[in-house]
């Protein structure tokens, strides 16, 4: 087989074994425990067939490897991979949907469609391959630099929030009051720092296909436009649970944008 149908035939049995698993178990983030995981395979497997040397499928991999370790490192500590540590979001929808409906809603979107988007966002490592004989270039040098101070960004982001609620977990042992969600640091800027920074992330994983030579306007580019619609719904299905928890959650969305930040406005003079 060629790399990119080792890798699709990777990404079928991927997305059989997390609707499998789902339906046995119950739990239903089996693709949330894979998805720092086999991009970094399916990158890493597109740089070992491209052969030593290449330095573009190289920092590829090396970038998309540390974008792995370090989100693999947040979600475990976050107790994701240990059992009963499915997102609440399933759950949310489990009740909203009859028991034939979230069956067809798993196979379809939750194994199905995740680990085609997981798929597509390797693409660009693809065309890297084909076009290993493009020299590098300063798109290159853009597409690197984007994705480490992306990287960077959500690195910030999900620390800040990891400290805001092993704070909030301390202060309710002690019976004491506090904020309820995190609006400080990048938070008080936007109010998913993380999420802009990890579309951000496959964006410029995206420009690495352009400076090998596929036009600006390829294949690769349904990864990161698909994870973008996705993170729209995601994000609006989010902040509406946090609205029904904490309704003061309503003056943060009036106070803060949701993904893009915008200018502060000057304080008028007395």
């Given at each position: 087989?060629?790399?990119?149908?080792?890798?699709?035939?990777?990404?079928?049995?991927?997305?059989?074994?997390?609707?499998?698993l789902a339906e046995l178990s119950g739990e239903h983030s089996w693709v949330d425990r894979l998805w720092s995981i086999l991009p970094v395979i399916y990158v890493g497997w597109l740089a070992v067939a491209g052969g030593p040397g290449d330095p573009r499928l190289l920092t590829m991999a090396i970038l998309v490897a540390l974008w792995g370790g370090r989100l693999t490192f947040n979600f475990a500590r976050k107790g994701g991979y240990r059992p009963g540590?499915?997102?609440?979001?399933?759950?949310?929808?489990?009740?909203?949907?009859?028991?034939?409906?979230?069956?067809?809603?798993?196979?379809?979107?939750?194994?199905?469609?995740?680990?085609?988007?997981?798929?597509?966002?390797?693409?660009?490592?693809?065309?890297?391959?084909?076009?290993?004989?493009?020299?590098?270039?300063?798109?290159?040098?853009?597409?690197?630099?984007?994705?480490?101070?992306?990287?960077?960004?959500?690195?910030?982001?999900?620390?800040?929030?990891?400290?805001?609620?092993?704070?909030?977990?301390?202060?309710?042992?002690?019976?004491?009051?506090?904020?309820?969600?995190?609006?400080?640091?990048?938070?008080?800027?936007?109010?998913?720092?993380?999420?802009?920074?990890?579309?951000?992330?496959?964006?410029?994983?995206?420009?690495?296909?352009?400076?090998?030579?596929?036009?600006?306007?390829?294949?690769?580019?349904?990864?990161?436009?698909?994870?973008?619609?996705?993170?729209?719904?995601?994000?609006?299905?989010?902040?509406?649970?946090?609205?029904?928890?904490?309704?003061?959650?309503?003056?943060?969305?009036?106070?803060?944008?949701?993904?893009?930040?915008?200018?502060?406005?000057?304080?008028?003079?007395?």
């Amino acid at each position: 087989m060629s790399p990119l149908e080792v890798i699709a035939s990777i990404a079928a049995v991927a997305a059989l074994l997390c609707w499998l698993l789902a339906e046995l178990s119950g739990e239903h983030s089996w693709v949330d425990r894979l998805w720092s995981i086999l991009p970094v395979i399916y990158v890493g497997w597109l740089a070992v067939a491209g052969g030593p040397g290449d330095p573009r499928l190289l920092t590829m991999a090396i970038l998309v490897a540390l974008w792995g370790g370090r989100l693999t490192f947040n979600f475990a500590r976050k107790g994701g991979y240990r059992p009963g540590g499915e997102d609440y979001r399933w759950a949310e929808l489990r009740a909203r949907m009859s028991p034939g409906q979230f069956r067809a809603f798993n196979l379809l979107f939750i194994a199905g469609l995740q680990n085609l988007l997981l798929f597509l966002l390797a693409l660009p490592a693809y065309y890297a391959l084909a076009g290993r004989s493009t020299p590098w270039g300063i798109v290159d040098t853009i597409a690197a630099l984007l994705f480490l101070v992306s990287l960077a960004g959500e690195t910030v982001a999900d620390e800040e929030q990891w400290r805001f609620h092993q704070a909030k977990r301390a202060r309710a042992e002690r019976g004491e009051e506090g904020p309820r969600f995190l609006t400080t640091g990048l938070f008080g800027h936007v109010r998913h720092p993380n999420f802009l920074c990890e579309m951000a992330i496959w964006w410029s994983f995206y420009l690495f296909s352009v400076g090998a030579g596929a036009g600006w306007l390829n294949p690769a580019i349904v990864g990161p436009l698909l994870l973008t619609a996705l993170f729209q719904g995601s994000t609006a299905f989010t902040e509406e649970l946090s609205l029904r928890k904490y309704p003061e959650y309503a003056e943060y969305q009036r106070s803060t944008p949701r993904l893009l930040p915008r200018p502060r406005r000057r304080a008028e003079r007395p």
